[in-house]
């Protein structure tokens, strides 16, 4: 069976509650807010939704509760086309997550409560171990347990499928992990945690990625906002500039967009630099839309801007 196109994503579903208004709120104060929404997120689904909707097949694995919350996960999944192998719990929620954007720049500041996919362990894993050897690409976070996201791409690395980890949210990591990772894929803040060099510009972003390079991982990928993406490896140093795709109404779904996105490039056999183009040009897209994953836009559209731009 071939592994083309197959993309094996371990992560946590939370629902999004939006919250948009002027600015935050201090301690002790309360405002008003110009608009609420609630909808699917967690960055392991949102990459999950932005890997299927650009044309990989999909199967995404975490934990959920029993609750309205997990049905709204089941729902989105579906719609997608996503296969899922989601343990429901009777006694713990699905996760949730308090999204502030800030109206006027589209900017954002989360809180990210992982409720059963907390619960996860290795054993998980163990059980679609199967699946994740019969993909071409696997893809973990940080917003699950530490020791499920080290054991999957221990699982990916021994069965020979490439492996992309984006650290976040930032946490410290054991050195052994690192080799573990054909790609990272840091923001600016999560790459300064890891390696201790404040990134503000490019020339910062290659000395932390140098750096990630230097603890063992084949490619690290910083993502860098509106300037785009820094790819490098020990071979070749290359910002690729994000697209001009309209204005930005939303960032928080960006760096899932593209990582996703990243994933589902190499699962068809793309080289790293193409798949890291798709990745911003899909990154591009989705900032211009609210939400996290109904911000992610389709191959065709992705399609599309990399053909005006090319």
């Known amino acids: 069976m071939s592994r083309t196109g197959r993309v094996f994503i371990v992560g946590i579903y939370v629902t999004d509650l939006t919250f948009r208004a002027a600015r935050m709120p201090l301690l002790g104060e309360t405002i008003a ?13 949102n990459q999950a939704v932005a890997a299927a909707r650009a044309g990989a097949e999909v199967t995404f694995c975490t934990r959920i509760g029993n609750d309205a919350f997990g049905t709204i996960a089941r729902a989105t999944w579906q719609a997608d086309n996503i296969k899922v192998r989601a343990t429901a719990l009777d006694d713990v929620a699905t996760g949730a997550a308090h999204i502030f954007v800030d109206e006027v720049t589209g900017k954002n500041a989360i809180i990210v409560a992982a409720g059963a996919a907390a619960t996860m362990t290795p054993a998980d ?5 199967a699946e994740i050897a019969a993909s071409a690409v696997f ?21 020979g499928v490439l492996t992309v980890f984006n650290p976040a949210p930032a946490l410290p990591i054991d050195d052994d992990m690192y080799p573990l990772c054909d790609f990272i894929t840091p923001n600016e803040t999560e790459a300064a945690a890891l390696t201790g060099v404040t990134v503000n510009t ?24 509106e300037s785009g993406a820094l790819f490098h490896t020990a071979q070749h140093s290359e910002l690729i500039p994000a697209y001009q ?3 930005v109404v ?30 911003c040009a899909l990154a591009s897209l989705s900032v211009t839309r609210a939400g996290t994953a109904p911000s992610m836009p389709k191959l065709t559209e992705i399609l599309g801007v990399l053909a005006v731009a090319a």
């Open 202 to 225: 490019v020339d910062d972003a290659r000395r932390a990625a140098q750096i990630l390079l230097g603890k063992g991982v084949g490619a690290a990928i910083i993502t860098l906002g």
């Open 33 to 45: 807010g110009s608009t609420f929404k609630m909808g699917p997120g967690g960055k392991g689904s």
């Open 245 to 247: 795709c309209g204005a």
């Open 125 to 129: 894993l163990d059980a679609v171990e």
């Open 139 to 159: 893809v973990t976070q940080l917003e699950q347990p530490l020791a499920v996201a080290r054991h999957g791409l221990a699982l990916a690395r021994k069965h």
């Open 250 to 279: 939303e960032t928080a779904g960006a760096g899932d967009g593209f990582t996703g996105g990243l994933a589902a490039a190499l699962a068809r056999g793309e080289t790293p630099l193409q798949a890291v183009r798709f990745g």
